[in-house]
């Protein structure tokens, strides 16, 4: 055999078969595979872990926003309210502040002094409430985390934002230390009274689409 021969020969012996796609060992595709496929899954487990943090993280900082605010409904008691000291409001104030976007705190705020925020509930003590902005009021359940507004959606659902403005304005409400001279003094000025049948379907359209403020204003 001639040296080209016999180099051809060795060419063929270490070749993986067209038929099958196996060296003459049968392990080489095999190790190839899993260098392929190893990169791929340690990708997809790193980015599941990321969205694993970011979740925990949001938790987390949701948990200390309702501590805030179970601090300041702490003031309340059976027979009407204590004082908040300054120190404690300014503290709870500034623990909001590092926890949400401070237009979100600001707003909120005013939403409460301006007596923004009704309540809505039918005879038998089922209740939501309606949070009046600017052109429309829009639905607030009050437990759980839920606002019929816009910015409530594409925010707080889908990129992660803690809550709305009209939220943190129903639960500052409900919470309402009243200190004299707080932003917070205003607390739930309204409360509307509706039969269960006028309740559903008032609620029903709530969900639906929000109400325009003069709307609002009108509900018995």
Not at 107 to 133: I, K, M, P
């Amino acid at each position: 055999m001639t040296a080209l021969a016999a180099a051809a020969s060795a060419l063929v012996a270490t070749t993986p078969s067209s038929g099958t796609g196996l060296s003459a060992g049968g392990t080489a595709p095999a190790a190839i595979a899993s260098v392929a496929v190893q990169p791929a899954t340690d990708s997809a487990s790193a980015a599941l872990g990321a969205r694993a943090a970011v979740a925990g993280a949001r938790v987390q900082r949701f948990k200390a926003l309702q501590d805030v605010l179970a601090t300041m409904s702490a003031a309340r008691t059976v027979s009407g309210y204590q004082q908040l000291g300054q120190v404690d409001l300014e503290a709870c104030l500034a623990s909001l502040a590092a926890l949400l976007p401070d237009s979100v705190v600001q707003q909120a705020l005013h939403l409460v002094d301006a007596g923004d925020v009704v309540c809505v509930r039918s005879r038998l003590g089922r209740r939501f409430y309606e949070v009046r902005g600017k052109k429309f009021a829009h639905m607030v359940l009050p437990e759980g985390l839920y606002c019929s507004c816009p910015y409530f959606g594409r925010r707080v659902l889908e990129a992660g934002e803690l809550c709305c403005k009209h939220w943190l304005a129903v639960q500052l409400a409900l919470a309402n230390p009243c200190i004299p001279g707080a932003s917070i003094s205003a607390g739930i000025t309204v409360v509307s009274e509706l039969a269960e049948d006028n309740f559903a379907e008032h609620a029903r359209q709530r969900l639906v689409a929000p109400a325009s403020v003069v709307g609002a204003a009108d509900v018995a």
